[in-house]
C-alpha cells in the first residue's frame, strides 16, 4: 500500500501545473537561440518570430539582434556530426491546416510581367509560432577549390548555416500584404544571385544538360562577377563559369568565352528589361571574362 501512494504522488509531481514535460518544448527567442545555441543544440523548442522565404534560403529573422536561423531538415554537416558519433532526434513536420496556410504564404511570390517569378520577392510578411529542432554545427571548415577559386568565397560550405531550424509545426500564423509596387518599381540595379542562377540554368539545358547542380561562390578580384563551379553533368565541357552581374553576360573558363544560346538570350533580354538596361547600355558596360585573364 505504501509503495503505491509513493508511486502515485510521483505521478502527480511529475504532471503539477506550470511543469513543462519532457517532450514539451523550450520557449525561447530567436535571440537566445542566436546567443546561447550551445545551450538549446538538439532540443526541442518553441519560438515566435518573422519567416523569411528567399531564393536557395528560408529561415526565421529578428534584426533587433541579427539573428538569422535557417528552416531545413538537412545539411552536409549532418554527415560530418554522424562521424563524430551524433545524432539527431527525428522531426516530422505536422501537415495541418496551419501548415498550409503558412506554406500558402510564404510561397506567394511576385511575378515579373515577362512571366517570370521572383523567389526573393515575398508578397506577404509572416510570423508565426513555430516548434522544432534546433541544431548548432560548431567547429567546422571546408577547403574551397583551387585555381581561380583560390581567393573564393561561397564553395561548398561556405554559405551553409551553422544554425538550423527543424520544423515541427506552427501555430497563431499572421500574414501582412506586401505591396508588389516595391518589386515592379522600375529603378536601376544589378542582376540577382537568383537571375544569374537562371541564366545559367537556361544555357546548360540547352546544352542538353539534366542531372546537374551549381554551387555559387565570388571571387574578391573580381567584384560584379558572380561565379559558378557546375557540379554534375555538364556536356559543354567546362566546370567554372561567370556572370556579370551589370550586363547578364556568361562567360566559360575553359576555353575563355563568351556563351550564348537560344534560351539564354530569351532570358538576357528580359532581366535587362527588368533592370532598365538599354542594349547601348550593354555594349557600354561590356568587359573581358575574369577568365581571360588567367
Known amino acids: ?134 541544431d548548432y554545427f560548431a567547429g567546422r571548415t571546408v577547403a574551397v577549390g583551387a585555381n581561380l577559386a583560390e581567393k573564393a568565397v561561397g564553395i561548398s560550405a561556405g554559405n551553409l548555416p551553422l544554425l538550423r531550424f527543424v520544423l515541427k509545426s506552427v501555430s497563431d500564423v499572421a500574414a501582412r500584404p506586401i505591396d508588389p509596387y516595391v518589386y515592379s518599381e522600375k529603378k536601376p540595379r544589378d542582376v540577382t544571385l537568383e537571375e544569374a542562377n537562371e541564366l545559367m540554368t537556361a544555357f546548360l539545358r540547352d546544352r542538353s544538360s539534366t542531372g546537374f547542380s551549381l554551387e555559387k561562390y565570388e571571387n574578391e578580384d573580381y567584384p560584379g562577377i558572380q561565379f559558378f563551379q557546375v557540379l554534375g553533368d555538364d556536356p559543354y565541357g567546362s566546370v567554372h563559369y561567370s556572370v556579370d552581374r551589370k550586363t547578364g553576360e556568361l562567360w566559360s573558363e575553359f576555353p575563355c568565352k563568351n556563351l550564348t544560346s537560344p534560351s539564354l538570350r530569351k532570358l538576357q533580354s528580359a532581366i535587362r528589361t527588368r533592370i532598365g538596361l538599354t542594349p547601348d547600355e550593354v555594349r557600354k558596360l561590356r568587359r573581358r571574362g575574369p577568365f581571360c585573364d588567367e
Open 1 to 134: 500500500m505504501r509503495r503505491s501512494v509513493v508511486a502515485l504522488l510521483t505521478v502527480l509531481s511529475s504532471t503539477l501545473p506550470g511543469q513543462p514535460r519532457a517532450s514539451e518544448p523550450i520557449k525561447t527567442s530567436l535571440c537566445d537561440l542566436a546567443n546561447e545555441p550551445e545551450r538549446f543544440n538538439n532540443k526541442l523548442v518553441e519560438i515566435r518570430g518573422e519567416f523569411l522565404s528567399r531564393f536557395q534560403w528560408e529561415g526565421f529573422v529578428d534584426e533587433t539582434c541579427s539573428a538569422k536561423i535557417q528552416m531545413s531538415a538537412y545539411g552536409v554537416f549532418d554527415d560530418l556530426r554522424a562521424q563524430d558519433g551524433q545524432t539527431h532526434f527525428p522531426v516530422h513536420p505536422k501537415q495541418d491546416h496551419n501548415y498550409r496556410a503558412f506554406r500558402r504564404y510564404a510561397d506567394t511570390k511576385f511575378k515579373w510581367p515577362d512571366g517570370g517569378r521572383c523567389q526573393d520577392c515575398p508578397l506577404y510578411r509572416i510570423i508565426v509560432t513555430a516548434d522544432g529542432r534546433f
